[in-house]
């Protein structure tokens, strides 16, 4: 039987198992989600920020930061391990491109955004 004349239900399907797509994408596990979440859930408490987003991409997982749900994130949190011998895996980034703090550990990179409260007299 010729290819054309098979039913569809003989023909060959390329199956990639779940594990091995995920596999090539970049991802927080959950000890960096606890640590971005907890401060994500602080600013919100403070009413800073609003909404998020998570991209698992191939090269870097990106953690972004919403005022408003309609606007540009105000800032990126972002894993890019291929960067971890050179510069750190994690860096911070505004909606501009500028890099705030860059690094190995990412809860020093994130104290960057957890200012403490000044007291004013």
Known sequence: MAEADTPETEREA?????HRAMAERVSFDRHELRLILN????????GEWRDYAIDFLRETAVFSIFRRTSEMPLYRVVKNPSLARKQGAYSVTTTGGLILKRGQDLARVLQVLDKPVKLVR
């Open 14 to 18: 390329t199956v990639v198992p779940l």
């Open 39 to 46: 401060l994500y859930g602080r600013k919100v408490a403070e």
